[in-house]
């Protein structure tokens, strides 16, 4: 049934619904028009399964099974039944092209086309999961922009995947046949050479071993030395942040700006705390600064580490400048946290914190 000289575009994957399966058949005369060219045919091997209560997805494989046997499709439109690890297998390595068409936003990953580029597969793929990273580099192509996803994409990116096809993808690759210099084997190479190394499993246990796995073991053989001194220092700094931090107060939370901020130019935060005889060193003192939504309410916000920088009093002052990152109106809040002297990025999260009024 199949052409081994035709471009050949894989399909395989959970038929989820947000995967959009039927989306490559949104137009059947354009897509009639792509398939059966009879210089420059192309082929599409669909693959896959939907969970026995995805009424739905069982939909859509129904909808492309009968596809598959239309007068016109039937050599060109093929469904493998019974998808599994040994089929998935098989595509990887035969297909020229490896579709993917996700309403952005919802692809974990999307492992599928790692694969498929591993084996010299070129990627058409909507930007997201790993595509989204991978894309200027992998020498596929990039269905639609990096917009969140509406329900008017799907009619843009079909006929996007159609575009495609008609005027790049397809003599791209018929052009190698003729014996001139191809770009498809660039591209083939570029993305063998640049998506390997970056989403093997090698790349993966080695962060893994770097990152997390070294780490924990050096912290466990340290954890232990000195009749594990330090598991014993850190219970006696809980229990003294623990006796005073109901004593911990915010004394003055500096003054408002005036007039209009200027983006691009800093802006002093200032907080004045009662640490009621802890060290700057035991805590963390932050602003939480961001655009102020409708509701009043803090929308995208980040967080900025304020510093001691000096006495006032019996309290001590956290400041930093600040350059916003947003413009219009902004808000931001004052809190502070306890902050043992580990790294803050492993560190437990703690329930004592507190927000200026």
């Known amino acids: 049934m199949l ?113 498929a580029a591993m084996n010299g597969v070129l990627n058409l793929s909507v930007l997201d999961g790993w595509f989204d990273e991978a894309y200027e580099y992998s020498g596929g192509w990039a269905i639609g922009d990096r917009e969140l996803y509406s329900e008017e994409q799907d009619g843009i990116h079909a006929s996007n995947i159609y575009y ?16 001139s210099a191809s770009e498809w084997t660039k591209r083939i190479k570029q993305c063998i050479m640049n998506v390997t190394p970056q989403f093997d499993a090698r790349r993966m246990v080695t962060e893994y071993q770097n990152q997390l796995y070294n780490p924990a073991h050096r912290h466990s053989v340290e954890s232990t030395l000195d009749r594990y001194h330090m598991a014993r220092q850190r219970v006696q700094w809980n229990n003294k942040v623990r006796e005073v931090w109901d004593r911990v107060t915010f004394v003055d939370t500096g003054v408002n700006p005036t007039g209009a ?20 060193n035991d805590v963390r003192v932050e602003a939480v600064m961001g655009p102020i939504g409708a509701t009043g309410s803090l929308e995208d916000a980040e967080v900025i580490v304020l510093k001691a920088t000096g006495e006032n009093g019996a309290g001590t002052v956290f400041s930093r400048e600040v350059t916003p ?33």
């Open 3 to 115: 052409d081994p000289n035709a471009l050949t575009i894989g399909f395989a994957r959970r038929f989820a619904t947000y995967k959009r399966a039927t989306l490559f058949f949104r137009d059947i005369d354009r897509l009639k028009k792509i398939l059966c060219n009879p210089e420059r045919p192309v082929q599409i091997i669909v693959a896959g399964k939907a969970h026995p209560k995805d009424m739905p997805g069982k939909g859509y494989i129904r909808e492309i099974v009968q596809l598959s046997r239309d007068a016109d499709l039937w050599k060109h439109v093929v469904f493998v039944e019974d998808y599994d690890m040994k089929v998935a297998r098989e595509l990887v390595q035969g297909v020229d092209l490896w579709l993917n068409n996700p309403r952005r936003g919802e692809e974990a990953c999307g492992t599928s086309g790692m694969k």
């Open 164 to 179: 495609l096809l008609e005027k790049e993808i397809v003599p791209m690759f018929y052009e190698q046949r003729s014996g």
């Open 261 to 280: 901020i200027i983006s691009g130019r800093s802006l002093p935060i200032q907080t004045t705390v009662d640490l009621a005889g802890l060290s700057p």
């Open 325 to 357: 990152s947003h413009t219009g109106r902004l808000g931001y809040a004052v809190r502070i946290s306890p902050n043992h002297f580990e790294d803050p990025l492993t560190r437990p999260c703690s329930s004592l914190m507190k927000w200026a009024r």
